[in-house]
């Protein structure tokens, strides 16, 4: 018999957050602080929304596009929001989350060796999403010495002729780092200069502390060369109902929903009359959330340096980075053992990149209560290691 097989798609590595989670999922008396899932309930009344929905047996597909009526929301939340004009009806597709968003942006634009450059540490499925449509991650390494900011320079080193895209995402899984305008306009120049697509993931938009989100697509001249990605699963805790969005130039969005037309059809009719309801009337849920967030960000921020882990301050989504070089253990191996030994699962900094060996990325996407045994555990690993 023949091997059926992709040999793109054996080559590709499996998630390295699954594998954690799969494991702990299985083991008694666990403690995971590795899923980036909010573990607040969808606000009430969006739930209602996508039950009144099914009582009133809306339950057929929508137009390939989505509902007119969740693109025009979605058009009127990003002016409100983040000061960008989309056209409703030409240039927004509702997605099956944002990872389809992703997946499609980068079979529309991408030809056979088009290379993409891709600013790591960086959530797991952006490389393979590159690499199953047929073109080249070039990774760029963030570093923490530079708040694991996107620098020009980088990206002046990175490119070459077969460049047609920058992949960027702030604020940024698994690092909590944000770009500021200030820090964004370079990259907006560099891709200007070079005639480049750039693709934003941005779902942790609504989740800063401190300041308020940018998008690169918002600064003058970069809407037409932006594909910008976003979703209802971080900000409103509607993770399961998968939905998610694109925005981008009615060029490309012409095609875009071609693909997703082929390959999905529609994004789920009840979550879409639920995502109606999230846009208009959930700011102050939001808000509750975020403030929630930014009290275990802090506390967990101060309790990581009072046990001696270098840990950079993340500004935004709900994940902290800190490092673990001192120990002399690869980041998978530090992962493991805390895991075997105080049952915590930790996603090791390798999952997301090279340049994330030496550290470990943990969620606060979880209650206090949750967080202070966590942190017990991990001080009496760390204990260990330390005599």
């Known amino acids: 018999m023949r091997n059926y097989l992709s040999e793109k798609v054996v080559a590709l590595e499996p998630s390295g957050i699954r594998k954690f989670f799969d494991v702990v999922s299985e083991m008694p008396d666990a403690i995971s ?59 927004i597709l509702v997605s099956v989350g944002g990872s ?64 047609k895209a920058i992949f960027i995402s702030y604020p940024n899984n698994p690092t909590g780092a944000i770009m500021t305008k200030e820090d964004l306009e370079p990259i907006a120049q560099f891709a200007e200069e070079h005639d480049l697509m750039v693709i934003s993931d941005e779902i942790y938009a609504e989740m800063t502390y401190g300041r308020k989100h940018v998008s690169i697509g918002s600064l003058p001249g970069m809407k037409d060369r932006c594909i910008i990605i976003n979703g209802f699963s971080k900000a409103f805790a509607m993770t399961g109902w998968r939905l998610g969005y694109v925005a981008a130039p009615r060029m490309i969005m012409e095609q875009m929903v071609k693909v997703h037309q082929y390959c999905i059809m529609a994004a789920p009719t009840t979550s879409q009359y639920a995502a109606i309801e999230a846009l208009r009337s959930c700011d102050e849920e939001v808000e509750e959330m975020c403030i929630s967030y930014d009290q275990r960000r802090r506390y967990l921020v101060h309790a990581l340096k009072e046990m001696g882990l270098d840990c950079f301050e993340p500004e935004g989504a709900f994940y902290i980075f800190p490092s673990i070089k001192k120990f002399g253990m690869t980041s998978e191996e530090f992962a493991t053992r805390l895991l075997q030994e105080e049952k915590i699962a930790i996603v090791p900094g390798s999952a997301f990149g090279e340049c994330g060996e030496g550290y470990l990325r943990v969620s606060y996407a979880y209650s206090i209560d949750e967080l202070k045994e966590a942190l017990s555990r991990l001080e009496k690993f760390i204990k260990r290691l330390e005599k």
């Open 100 to 163: 389809e968003g992703i997946d499609v942006a980068m079979r529309t634009i991408l030809n056979p060796g088009d290379e993409v450059i891709v600013a790591q540490p960086c959530f797991v499925s952006y490389l393979p999403c590159v690499i199953m449509a047929g073109g080249v991650p070039v990774t760029v390494s963030l570093r923490e010495e530079d708040k694991f900011k996107l620098k020009k320079e980088q990206l002046e080193e990175a490119v070459t002729d077969k460049t």
């Open 33 to 91: 602080l590795g899923v980036g899932e909010p573990d607040f309930d969808t606000p009430w009344s969006v739930r209602e929304a996508g039950i009144t929905s099914l009582e009133g047996g809306k339950t057929f597909y929508t137009s390939n596009a989505g509902l007119k009526e969740l693109r025009h929301e979605i058009s009127k939340y990003m002016e409100r929001k983040y000061q960008m004009v989309y056209h409703p009806d030409h240039e």
